[in-house]
């Protein structure tokens, strides 16, 4: 019996391991998938959740992204405008510190946008250290759903 029970119990956490990273792992969905298509996506521009929130009009090419509100707990994310491929999302093009919920945020961008593409907002998580680093800084999902937090946007001339 006592062999079963640790069996048991290595079993019941690896089923619990898979389930939470189905969970997180269901709100990575992107547009297209689901049948609902980018443009679809793309007319509002907005990713509401219940405590975390990125809102982001269409906007004209160029430098700096405007996105019109950042609603997150203290302490605060990054707000990095990423490329989007596809369905999938590309590189970064800038990213900035915002501290908490805040209005009309400007990003600068390292390189700018283009006219006629679709771009996206996705907020990160801070390591502390100062500096944006995709490759160290996490996805910011929202407490509640378990989402990423990320809202597309197309451009004009």
Do not use: C, H
Not at 9 to 37: K, R
Not at 92 to 118: D, F, H, I, K, Q
């Amino acid at each position: 019996m006592k062999n079963f029970s640790n069996n048991s119990f290595v079993a019941g956490v690896m089923v619990g391991v898979l389930l939470t990273g189905f969970w997180f792992l269901g709100g990575n969905t992107m547009p297209g998938s689901s049948g609902s298509s980018l443009s679809q996506a793309t007319t509002t521009g907005i990713v509401n959740t219940k405590s975390s929130s990125v809102s982001v009009a269409n906007q004209s090419a160029g430098e700096t992204v405007m996105v019109e509100s950042v609603t997150v707990p203290p302490p605060g994310v990054w707000v990095a405008v990423r490329e989007v491929i596809g369905s999938d999302l590309g590189n970064v093009l800038g990213a900035a510190r915002v501290n908490g919920p805040r209005s009309n945020v400007s990003v600068s961008l390292l390189r700018a946008t283009e006219p006629g593409r679709t771009y996206a907002v996705q907020l990160y998580r801070d390591d502390d250290n100062g500096a944006f680093d995709v490759a160290v800084n996490s996805v910011y999902v929202d407490f509640d759903t378990g989402a990423r937090v990320v809202a597309y946007f197309n451009t004009t001339e």
